[in-house]
């Protein structure tokens, strides 16, 4: 299927009208810009292609909402033929019926051109609203793209929903859905991490994607945003540590630079490797980095799981060894 690069990595294209936020997403996942400063970014205006030095190197490919993507001047095997998953941004506190709409005709370009694209829809900018105006509105855009679908003999299939917000955890949860999708592995490491969790009584685990903080896989119990929020704000406090002791993360910086070629050898000894085990909020938090751009973290419950720190090492050993055959890269 199409739904990786030539490079072999999922990629996604963020689309939506002016000012439903495509800037501000990609600033905050990506660039860790603090979510007030995107009030001071300029709108997309061109099309941007950033190359993501994360574990997955996907790209988001930012577009300028009123790009005319049938126009025959305009390139679609380079902009879709390698596309996994499309997000479509749209302003949840605007009037979004004209976004739609364009939504819509999209889908029915998509399913006719590229239907293995699947499309994600973030409705964007859900902090402020109501839960009544917010469920309504939700509802609204969901039944209109449905009905639309359905007019055109099109299946739903491949479009999903988010409700999504900066200034939150949940745009990082949409994108941790979202690029869960694109990666074949997925079945394969979700089970790894059961097992982890089963042997090492954790209560939960999450592989997560340093640079962005999205969680590429988790094990297969079931999940809340409060185990997230506390794995996500550790994953931070490793950020700033590996400056310091742990991998050399210094050619992350500058998303939108030429790819740097790696050495695959340098910065990956597990002596560099940081493993941390400590009590958080009244439960314990083990945490490894598995390589470069994937840590672990590991949310054990408030008992003491000290005296089988060795029975945990040993674990987490076997499971990032096999990663490495998961994942040869
Ligand atoms: P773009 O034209 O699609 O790239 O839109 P921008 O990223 O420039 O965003 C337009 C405006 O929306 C900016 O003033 C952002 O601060 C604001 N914005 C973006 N995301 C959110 C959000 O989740 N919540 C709120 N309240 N505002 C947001």
Known sequence: PNSRANDGKPRLLLMGQRRSGKSSISSVVFHKLPPPETLYLETTTRIKKEYMHSFMDFQVWDFPGHLNYTDPSFDTEEIFGEIGALIWVIDAQDDFFDAVT?????IQYLQENYPEIIVEVFIH??????DDYLSDTYQI???RVQDELEDSG????????HRTSIYDHSIYEAFSKVIQKLIFEIGPLESLLTTLCANCKMEKAYLFDVLSKIYIA????PSDSSSYEISSEYVDL????????GWDRNELEGGDTEQIEE??????QDAESLIVLEKKNGSYLYLKEINKYLALICIMGDDSPTD??????????VFQETLKQIFPR
Not at 125 to 130: F, M, N, Y
Not at 308 to 317: E, F, P, S
């Open 102 to 106: 364009k939504l819509n005709e999209l």
């Open 125 to 130: 900018k859900v902090d402020g609203l109501s």
């Open 263 to 268: 050495d695959p050898e340098v910065g990956n």
């Open 141 to 143: 855009i969901v039944d």
């Open 154 to 161: 099109h299946p739903l299939g491949n479009v999903s929903f």
């Open 218 to 221: 988790s094990d297969l119990s």
């Open 238 to 245: 490793v950020v700033d540590i590996s400056e310091i002791y």
């Open 308 to 317: 089988r720190k060795a029975l945990i090492d040993y674990n987490v050993g």
